[in-house]
């Protein structure tokens, strides 16, 4: 299968600041940059020094900065180029263009990567076509794949080439996947097909099921059969960068909502098998400092809990704003290109977003009665508790009294016994066991067991 003038773009995106993570501005943490610089040094053999071109500080209250110093901006272009060649296995050598555009959009860094095989080698020379194996050539070791970071929010692969004879549009499907094949030899990396569509007049083909969120990569196949796709593509370049950041963002946000609702479903399971009516009414000392112990766990884990649900809420949020944001740009397409059907981008966001709300919608709704019965547990073990120790405080002031009527008693009885015994201090022999210090103390001792057994006898009728 032959193609003529195969593209691949890299439209890559990360945080440079957030609510809790701050980059760094000796590095400001473009990991894309180093992304840019390693594709280009892997492929072409050429130092790119991304960073070096960069004014990171231009405008810095600005939503949207195009970062390229101004020293080095040619005729408006915002973007640095770079040429090269690559070697193939027939001894022949090929010209590569390519070109990075670096920016900062909002809160993020994006990055516009671009390696080509150019349109013309010379003025009105056509390069010739090349078979789709030379997309292999673009993506060694899968070098186009960034690696994820704290930062990352995600990219999307757009491989664009144009088809080379009418009758190519009745293999569009095993062309588009002979592309995908190449730039993606390793059957493990490689992104499974999503659907099919047109875009400006040209099909275009979308891998990467959302379903797999640990394995998802966005990649789009777009087969030119019509110049004015080109010309469309050149109009609205601008948009559809934009499209690819907020859709990256919607997806990101989904993502890290599935880690919240792993987080949430393990607390849940734990807060269910609480088992608080199970609880016995009669507790032994261990039981009572079990659930002493649990007392204090639980604020904790409701803490965490609320914390979950409320970063739950921010994600679902942070997709709605993004998917607006997603169909503003759509709009200006529209406002652009008038006639032109857009349902291909539409698809996103009238099916995929609002589906994502409606999942973090449900998981919500299900994990806020976790909160109650969160809410329920501690309130019960509370009253357990508070019950048994008054009831163990109040038995404990019981015996106190018990023993301290008993005492009372024996010792009134006690000093009766002694002010009516004669020679009390006299000396104890065999010949007189029945001493009055031994009698006094056998009358001291059964009064106050007789007491103590009145005032126990009291405090049970009570």
Same mark, same amino acid.
């Given at each position: ?268 399971? /734990? ?7 199970? #609880?016995?009414?009669?507790?032994? =000392? &261990? %039981? $009572?400092?079990? *659930? ?31 998917? /607006? ?7 200006? #397409?529209?406002?652009?290109?008038? =006639? &032109? %059907? $857009?349902?291909? *981008? ?40 508070? #019950? ?7 038995? $404990? ?66």
């Amino acid at each position: 299968m032959k193609i003529y003038a195969p593209n691949i773009h890299l439209f890559a995106f990360q945080l440079y600041k957030g609510s809790n993570i701050e980059v760094n501005n000796k590095d400001d943490g473009c990991k894309l940059w180093q992304g840019a610089d390693e594709i280009v040094r892997t492929i072409l053999h050429k130092d790119l020094d991304l960073s070096q071109h960069i004014d990171i500080h231009k405008e810095p209250d600005h939503p949207r900065v195009d970062l390229l110093k101004e020293s080095e901006v040619i005729d408006g272009d915002y973007s640095l180029g770079f040429d090269g060649k690559i070697f193939l296995d027939t001894q022949q050598d090929l010209i590569v263009k390519g070109f990075a555009y670096p920016l900062r959009i909002y809160d993020s860094y994006g990055l516009w990567l671009n390696l080509r095989r150019p349109e013309e080698e010379a003025a009105d020379t056509p390069t010739e076509d090349v078979d789709v194996s030379f997309l292999s050539k673009l993506n060694p070791n899968n070098i186009f794949t960034l690696p994820k970071n704290q930062l990352f929010l995600g990219q999307t692969l757009l491989i664009t080439a144009w088809l080379t004879s009418p009758k190519d549009k009745k293999h569009l499907y095993e062309i588009a996947q002979g592309c995908l094949q190449a730039v993606f030899p390793n059957p493990s990396q490689r992104p499974p097909f999503n659907r099919q569509g047109e875009l400006f007049g040209s099909p275009i083909f979308e891998y990467g099921l959302f379903r797999q969120p640990g394995n998802y990569q966005h990649v789009l196949i777009w087969l030119f059969a019509d110049e004015q796709t080109d010309e469309k593509l050149n109009l609205t370049y601008q948009e559809l960068l934009d499209l690819f950041f907020f859709r990256t963002k919607v997806v990101k946000a989904f993502q890290d909502s599935r880690a919240i609702y792993q987080q949430l479903a393990s607390a849940y399971q /734990e807060i269910d098998h609480l088992q608080i009516n199970n #609880i016995s009414s009669s507790l032994t =000392q &261990e %039981d $009572l400092n079990k *659930l002493t112990e649990k007392l204090k766990e639980l604020p904790q884990i409701s803490v965490e809990y609320t914390r979950g649900l409320r970063n739950l809420e921010d994600y679902q949020k942070t997709i709605t704003i993004n998917a /607006e944001n997603y169909n503003d740009r759509l709009q200006q #397409i529209h406002g652009k290109i008038p =006639q &032109e %059907d $857009l349902s291909f *981008l539409e698809t996103f966001y009238r099916k995929s977003s609002p589906l994502f709300q409606k999942q973090i919608n449900a998981d919500l709704g299900y994990f806020h009665h976790g909160s109650a019965l969160l809410d329920q547990a501690i309130s019960s073990i509370r009253g357990i508790v508070e #019950i048994e120790q008054a009831k163990r405080d109040r038995s $404990l002031e019981q015996t106190i009294q018990i023993i301290g009527v008993g005492l009372g008693g024996g010792a009134i009885v006690s000093g009766v016994v002694t002010q009516h015994i004669d020679k009390p201090f006299a000396p104890i022999s065999l010949n007189n066991p029945l001493h009055p210090i031994v009698t006094s103390l056998f009358w001291s001792v059964l009064a106050t067991l007789f007491f103590g057994w009145l005032a126990w006898l009291w405090t049970k009728r009570k």
